[in-house]
């Protein structure tokens, strides 16, 4: 295995080893496993803790990742041409970590250098207008001209033309997927993904071999905004993906753009409808390269929202025992700050309560800083 190393000191291979395998462990999630490794120091010794942990959250006979299965995955990355970068690497895209819920470990195949260069997320319809289409080519074409990094996520229509228009350019461009390493989706976008790996950066959060489920879909919309000093939404109708990810950026602190549309055409309304609500209304690059070249963490666009932000290294231990707090939760998502409030415990034996139920299957994070019971 070709394990990352992280600045100082250097990751030993048992140690990246056991990063995957921990990650892959049944309900560790970016926050959990963050949270482990502030309490336990390395990935070793959470391993060792994890049944324990389950056992305190009210779960017996907790098996961790099967070592097998790690190895097997390792194979088909290395295979894949591809690397694992940690959330404490050097090449870490800096914007991204910046997230409460950044992948802790992502795969990625191509330059990562392009993650640091200022980054624009370009998304939009899948059934989008030939016009649209053009348009976000031709943005694209600017953006990546103007040194921006264009991201966005494979998918038909608007991300595809995002994605070709930057290379046309010879500029540089992102693709997140929401599938393995090795699995091209949509099938109609094989070379298209395979160029950005040679020439541009693919990243995947999924392990080798996965194929796209529906709820990857939302996870990689967050790697998508959290990669950017903005996000540019150029067509999209009012219940589309992309107007998730815009919220994302917006609930991240970061820029959120879009194109506005003619009322009569139904994938234009996402986009009025963003507006409407605080989006910058944008019309050409010009306006998204000005914006974002002056973008100092205080976005014009009003769509941010409060996200609970948590360090366990500096937290307090005050007692709080996970039936105590599952008994505060219902099915009905509540900030954990509010928990806190109420428990009259310290954050961090509530957070410490709240990580035991997660690995005992019984809790759900939503985003916002919210929990429920599973």
């Known amino acids: 295995m070709s394990a990352a190393t992280g600045p100082q000191p250097a990751l030993s291979q048992e140690e990246a080893f056991a990063r995957i395998r921990l990650l892959r462990s049944a309900h560790i999630g970016p926050i959990s496993y963050r949270q482990l490794l502030g309490r336990f120091g390395t990935a070793v010794a959470a391993l060792e803790a994890l049944p324990d942990l389950a056992a305190h959250g009210a779960r017996r006979n907790y098996q961790t990742a099967p070592r097998e299965r790690i190895e097997r995955e390792v194979a088909a990355a290395r295979a894949a041409g591809a690397r694992y970068v940690f959330h404490d690497h050097a090449d870490y895209p800096p914007l991204l970590a910046a997230l409460e819920s950044a992948p802790p470990i992502l795969i990625a195949r191509g330059d990562l250098a392009l993650a640091s260069r200022p980054c624009v997320a370009m998304v939009g319809a899948r059934n989008a207008s030939a016009a649209a289409v053009k348009l976000a080519r031709e943005f694209a074409s600017a953006l990546a001209g103007a040194g921006f990094t264009v991201v966005s996520g494979l998918a038909r229509g608007i991300d595809g033309a995002a994605h070709e228009g930057a290379l046309a350019a010879g500029g540089g461009t992102i693709g997140v997927i929401a599938s393995g390493i090795d699995i091209a989706y949509p099938p109609q976008h094989a070379a298209l993904q395979e160029r950005i790996a040679q020439e541009g950066l693919l990243i995947a959060e999924q392990p080798p071999g996965t194929e796209p489920r529906g709820s990857h879909f939302p996870s990689r919309n967050r790697i ?42 139904a994938r234009s309304q996402g986009c009025n409808q963003l507006i409407r609500e605080g989006a910058v209304l944008v019309q050409t690059p010009e306006e998204v390269v000005e914006l974002l070249a002056s973008f100092d963490g205080t976005p014009r666009s009003g769509l941010r929202e409060g996200v609970l932000a948590f360090d366990y290294r500096e937290a307090d231990l005050a007692e709080a025992e996970p039936a105590d707090v599952a008994r505060m939760l219902t099915t009905a998502p509540v900030a954990v700050d509010e928990l806190i409030r109420q428990s009259g415990a310290g954050a961090g034996a509530v957070q410490m309560a709240l990580l035991e139920l997660e690995i005992a299957g019984l809790l759900v994070r939503h985003a916002g800083g919210r929990v429920s019971l599973a």
């Open 224 to 265: 998508i905004a959290g990669l950017s000093l903005g996000t540019l939404v150029v067509e999209a109708a009012p219940l589309s993906g992309s107007l998730i990810t815009a919220r994302l950026a917006g609930e991240a602190g970061r820029e959120v753009m879009a194109i506005p549309g003619s009322p009569l055409d």
